[in-house]
């Protein structure tokens, strides 16, 4: 699946516009693999995105959908009153503190008729039959794990195999169970530790995913154990990205410090700490999607009027050292040629 990738690179799934046709056709065309990220589009918004990936690259790509969690029950409502002042900020109102599956049922059965080839899990894994029935239109599953019970619970129901996403990773954490605790600095795993931990547990092909932005990173996991390289924030500043302005221009300043908060999402993700994680990271509530939709009307308000302080700006530990910007296929040489090198340094090293 991944192991004849010519660039054992995985451009992942970035929900909220990063991802686009475009990026995912651009990493098939250079020899790498990239997914679109069906979080958040509905269904006929994923397929239109299908169908015009297939028309550029044919049938080298992925989709990533959001695995339902369990509902919330805690109340929202003393977090919507505190973010109602920056809602005014942006002359908007919080949106409804809802929760929703985000057309999950709807989202499965168009990638399961459209024969997608490859069909990623982040937030759990998926029913054994929904793997079934994924296996049975010919699709390879992939679910990401954070730790070996997870990479363990995957595997039971069937997965093909496991992106192992370490701590230093943008964007939300893959975790099946949200704990709070967790979350606060409990068993958080850096990636080279979680790729050593679950592959003593699994005999699954592994993809490696978390702060990954040079060649050197990639050579460094590929000997590790993993068969791939899953980058998001390297291709955050791609030509092809969808990457919104305010986001973009944040990341090349390379300013400011990363970290995990619940404030946008009510899931712990990591993104460039701004006035909004600052200001609201404490009260916000463990309740995804919820606070999603909560602030949902806050970032788009924010994002409109070009100020990068209410919006989830998320990123890598590793983010300033991204190249960019640049065409994807670009990034995805450069990362070869890096890789290489740094394959024969090392080997230097051992002679």
């Given at each position: 699946m991944?192991?004849?990738?010519?660039?054992?690179?995985?451009?992942?799934?970035?929900?909220?516009?990063?991802?686009?046709p475009e990026l995912v056709s651009a990493a098939a065309h250079a020899g790498a693999f990239g997914f679109l990220a069906g979080g958040y589009?509905?269904?006929?918004?994923?397929?239109?995105?299908?169908?015009?990936?297939?028309e550029r690259c044919g049938d080298t790509f992925g989709v990533n959908l959001f695995v339902p969690g369990i509902r919330s029950t805690v109340d929202v409502r003393p977090y919507?009153?505190?973010?109602?002042?920056?809602?005014?900020?942006?002359?908007?109102?919080?949106?409804?503190?809802?929760?929703?599956?985000?057309?999950?049922?709807?989202?499965?059965d168009l990638v399961v008729a459209e024969r997608v080839p490859v069909v990623s899990f982040t937030f759990g894994a998926p029913l054994a039959a929904d793997i079934e029935r994924l296996h049975a239109a010919g699709s390879a599953v992939v679910v990401t794990v954070t730790s070996p019970a997870?990479?363990?619970?995957?595997?039971?129901?069937?997965?093909?195999?496991?992106?192992?996403q370490g701590f230093e990773a943008g964007g939300h954490r893959g975790?099946?169970?949200?704990?709070?605790?967790?979350?606060?600095?409990?068993?958080?795993?850096?990636?080279?530790?979680?790729?050593?931990?679950?592959?003593?547990?699994?005999?699954?092909?592994?993809?490696?995913?978390?702060?990954?932005?040079?060649?050197?990173?990639?050579?460094?996991?590929?000997?590790?154990?993993?068969?791939?390289?899953?980058?998001?924030?390297?291709?955050?500043?791609?030509?092809?990205?969808?990457t919104n302005p305010v986001q973009r221009r944040a990341l090349a300043e390379g300013a400011r410090p990363t970290a995990f908060t619940r404030a946008f999402s009510g899931r712990p993700a990591r993104g460039l700490v701004n006035r909004f994680?600052?200001?609201?990271?404490?009260?916000?509530?463990?309740?995804?999607?919820?606070?999603?939709?909560?602030?949902?009307?806050?970032?788009?308000?924010?994002?409109?009027?070009?100020?990068?302080?209410?919006m989830s700006l998320w990123a890598g530990q590793t983010y300033p050292l991204a190249h960019g910007p640049?065409?994807?296929?670009?990034?995805?040489?450069?990362?070869?040629?890096q890789a290489v090198e740094a394959l024969r340094q090392g080997a230097g090293r051992f002679a």
């Open positions: 991944f192991d004849s990738l010519r660039v054992p690179v995985v451009v992942a799934p970035m929900a909220g516009g990063p991802s686009t589009l509905s269904a006929a918004g994923l397929a239109g995105q299908i169908a015009t990936t297939r919507a009153e505190r973010i109602g002042a920056e809602a005014r900020r942006y002359g908007c109102e919080p949106g409804a503190a809802r929760w929703d599956d985000d057309a999950y049922a709807a989202k499965l997870e990479a363990q619970q995957a595997a039971a129901v069937g997965a093909d195999a496991l992106c192992v975790l099946f169970n949200d704990d709070p605790a967790i979350a606060a600095g409990g068993e958080l795993c850096g990636l080279l530790a979680a790729l050593r931990l679950i592959s003593a547990v699994t005999d699954l092909p592994l993809i490696a995913a978390g702060g990954l932005v040079h060649g050197a990173d990639v050579a460094a996991v590929v000997v590790a154990g993993a068969v791939a390289a899953q980058l998001g924030t390297a291709f955050l500043l791609a030509d092809e990205a969808g994680l600052r200001e609201y990271s404490v009260p916000a509530p463990a309740a995804y999607p919820q606070v999603n939709n909560l602030t949902r009307p806050i970032r788009a308000a924010a994002a409109a009027a070009g100020d990068p302080e209410s640049a065409p994807a296929a670009e990034i995805i040489m450069m990362l070869r040629e």
